[in-house]
């Protein structure tokens, strides 16, 4: 079971900002960091502490954090950004990723 | 060029046991805390386990749900992980992940190698 909290699924359309939150109670003192993982691959690191990005990822991805909860934004979301994101926090209990949120872009 | 390369998956009866390898290659493998993650079929990432690195007396972690019966070692010498897996469950069947905490926590990970625990 996941301490961090995240809603099932998000659906936007293209061009549309998609938000994916997750929530915890560590949020506050530890950092959050997000995967993407697309069907039938690994995942992938789109930010991490709560609002870097590393090279190569797109910049429409950004990240941001505000006590209990953190918040993976994808600005101007394409239609390849459909996948599954799961956010990762140290200190959260049992598993410290969150049960994971299906992005739907279309 | 960083790689993960995860192996010795397979199918396996309920009860037995089997050790997985990650062959590290493109980084400084003995100075990186790796870590294995698994996801069931059409389920989330769970977290297993991490061992640090020699500086840190290569602590280990496990997450408290696997109740012992799992064990990650490594040989720096071969830069490879091993996950050793006993008393395995039905439950235990998923794809395994090797990953490693580099400059950026996870920013690299195996193809995953596929454990199936049936009879």
């Known amino acids: 079971s996941s301490e961090l909290t995240q809603p099932p699924s998000v659906s936007v359309s293209p061009g549309q900002t998609a938000r994916i939150t997750c929530s915890g109670d560590?949020?506050?003192?530890?950092?959050a960091h997000w995967y993407q993982q697309k069907s039938g691959q690994a995942p992938v690191l789109v930010i991490y502490?709560?609002?870097k990005r590393p090279s190569g990822i797109p910049e429409r991805f950004s990240g941001s954090s505000s006590g209990t909860m953190a918040t993976l934004t994808i600005s101007g979301a394409q239609v390849d950004d459909e996948a599954d994101y799961y956010c990762?926090?140290?200190?959260?209990?049992?598993?410290?990723f969150g049960g994971g949120t299906k992005l739907t872009v279309l | 060029e960083v790689q993960l390369v995860e192996s010795g998956g397979g199918l396996v009866q309920p009860g037995g046991s089997l050790k997985l390898s990650c062959a590290a290659s493109?980084?400084?493998?003995?100075?990186?805390?790796i870590h294995w993650v698994r996801q069931a079929s059409g389920k989330g990432l769970e977290w297993i386990g991490r061992?640090?690195?020699?500086?840190?007396?290569?602590?280990?972690t496990y997450a408290a749900s696997l109740k012992g019966r799992f064990t990650i070692s490594r040989d720096d010498s071969k830069n490879t992980a091993y996950l050793q897996m006993n008393s395995l469950q039905t439950e235990d069947t998923a794809v395994y992940y090797c990953?490693?905490?580099?400059?950026?926590?996870?920013?690299?990970w195996g193809q995953g190698a596929l454990v199936t625990v049936s009879s």
């Open positions: 493109g980084f400084s493998f003995s100075d990186s805390a």
């Open positions: 990953t490693r905490v580099g400059a950026k926590p996870f920013d690299n």
């Open positions: 560590a949020l506050p003192k530890k950092y």
């Open positions: 990762f926090s140290t200190d959260s209990g049992a598993n410290p």
């Open positions: 061992m640090k690195s020699r500086p840190s007396n290569y602590a280990t």
């Open positions: 502490e709560d609002t």
